[in-house]
């Protein structure tokens, strides 16, 4: 079947069957690099994309789930200034850098700063135990969002007073 | 490799029609026991398959004075702000599911009809006497969530019907009391819930329910109904009484591992002896 949705902001037209895994569909057809399908079971975390801005993992979603909506990966984000804050942010409170998971932290990253009120700290958790990655300090990652989050409100707020 | 044909209906009726239509249908909710289960590249579904998150009546939540109802597509999520997951201990229950990427995507009633077991949620579902509306194309009927228990304790998830709405009476809760006991509760496991509802009206318990689930589903509903008008603090002959009925019938009904049970259904009992 021919199934449309929005892939990072444009609209893509696949044909898909019934056994297809949307991980395979969003890297074979759509070209997006950012992802990787290891566990098939939710497991590694390093599939995880943004459906209509919610977290969801595409190594176990049909393909056929992804008709009529809105997908996003990191790579809709990595030319923005708020990426670049959230990266600096997040190289300064962790010593460790996770290059396994790197995309699917700063997609949960990206995810908390589209929101109009600032994130909880338990959202904060949450978010992140999606990547199920263990070498970024919990807190660390709390940190740096909401640091990213005040600097960006700051910032916006300048421009706007301008 | 079986192509199935995807059918991505719009209302109700439309999804009624294609069930009575189609003998080997299967209804997918957020599909993520299907990706999860199967563990090779390419899926396999029956021949047909009808998604039921695109269904708007599916997703709507309505609240009265006395109840409040859940379409059975939304999501996991979506429940976190209503009843009963404002409570703390009950939020919290609801954040052991998984993780949120999961929650997002999975449905309430895929959830309720997982058939290998009775997943987190279910006891406490049980523990509110949550209504299921199925939905077939001749006829529709309301259930008790328990008539999902076969009289092994066992799930027994009705074939190819709706599940349309779950309905819950919204009740004055008191006391709550869950612990999850054993190892995995998904995709199996010996992993169960114990969980325990009291409502107290001035110095008398007047709802009291207490559900065991996992692989199996178990409540002692004469135990319930002896501490049901009881005085609280509750006697300690009465929670004597009580927990050797419990004792009784756990055994009796062969349930996994009475003798790692008992002492949590004694902490409810101690619990409504203070
Ligand atoms: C990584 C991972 C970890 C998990 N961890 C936990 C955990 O810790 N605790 C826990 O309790 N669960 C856990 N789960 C299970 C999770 O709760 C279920 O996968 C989810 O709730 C199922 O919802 P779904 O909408 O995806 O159902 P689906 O997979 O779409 O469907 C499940 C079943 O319900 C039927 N069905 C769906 N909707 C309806 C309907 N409206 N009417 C009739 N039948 C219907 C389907 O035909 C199917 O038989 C986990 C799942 C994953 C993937």
Redesign the pocket.
């Known amino acids: 079947m021919n199934i449309e949705f929005t892939l990072n902001g444009l609209q893509h037209k696949v044909t898909i069957t019934s056994v297809e895994r949307a991980i395979d569909v969003l890297i074979k057809q759509c070209g997006i690099k950012s992802l990787a399908a290891e566990c098939l ?3 590694c975390g390093k599939c995880l994309i943004l459906l209509d801005g919610k977290s969801a ?1 595409s190594c ?1 979603m049909p393909a056929f789930l992804l008709r009529d909506r809105r997908v996003e990966t990191i790579e809709h984000f990595t030319k923005r200034h708020e990426y670049d804050l959230l990266v600096a942010e997040l190289h300064r409170y962790s010593s460790q850098s996770c290059s396994g998971y790197h995309s699917a932290i700063a997609l949960m990253g990206m995810m908390l700063l589209q929101k109009t009120k600032a994130p909880q700290t338990d959202e904060i958790l949450d978010a992140l135990e999606n990547t199920h990655c263990n070498c970024l300090d919990p807190a660390d990652f709390v940190a740096a969002v909401l640091n990213a989050y005040q600097k960006l409100r700051t910032t916006r707020k300048q421009y706007e007073s301008e | 490799m079986n192509l199935s044909e995807i059918h991505f209906p719009q209302t109700i009726p439309e999804l009624l029609t294609l069930i009575s239509r189609e003998k080997n249908i ?11 289960l199967q563990p090779t590249r390419y899926l396999s579904f029956p021949n047909t398959i009808a998604i ?2 695109r269904i708007p009546e ?1 997703h709507a939540i309505h609240k009265t004075e006395r109840m409040i109802s859940y379409g ?2 939304c ?2 999520s979506e429940l976190e702000h209503v009843y009963p997951f404002e409570h703390p201990q009950s939020a919290s229950l609801l954040r ?4 949120s990427a ?2 997002n ?11 290998c077991s009775f ?4 006891p406490l579902f049980a523990c509110l006497d949550a209504e299921l509306e ?1 939905r077939a194309a001749s006829q529709s009927h309301i259930k008790n969530i328990w008539y999902l228990v076969d009289e092994n304790g066992r799930h027994c ?2 074939g ?5 709405r779950i309905r819950i009476p919204l009740l004055s809760i008191d006391h709550i009391y869950i612990k999850r006991i054993g190892g ?4 199996g496991g010996d992993g169960a819930h114990l969980v325990s509802l009291t409502s107290v009206d001035r110095r008398s318990i007047n709802f009291f329910r207490l559900v065991l689930a996992g692989a199996r589903a178990f409540r002692d509903f004469e135990a319930e109904q002896r501490i049901i008008s009881a005085s609280h603090p509750l006697s300690p002959k009465i929670a004597q009484t009580v927990l050797h009925m419990y004792a009784e019938s756990l055994r009796k009904t062969n349930f996994w591992n009475a003798d790692l049970i008992l002492p949590l259904i004694g902490q409810v009992l101690e619990d409504l002896q203070r």
């Open positions: 079971d939710g497991h993992y176990i | 299967q209804l997918i909710g957020g599909a993520t026991t299907f990706g999860y039921t998150s599916l059975a597509a999501t996991l052991t599911v998984a993780t999961v929650r995507v999975a449905t309430i009633g895929g959830h309720l009809m997982y058939d997943l987190s949620l279910w199925f998830a009705a190819n019907e709706l599940l349309a995995n509760i998904f995709p």
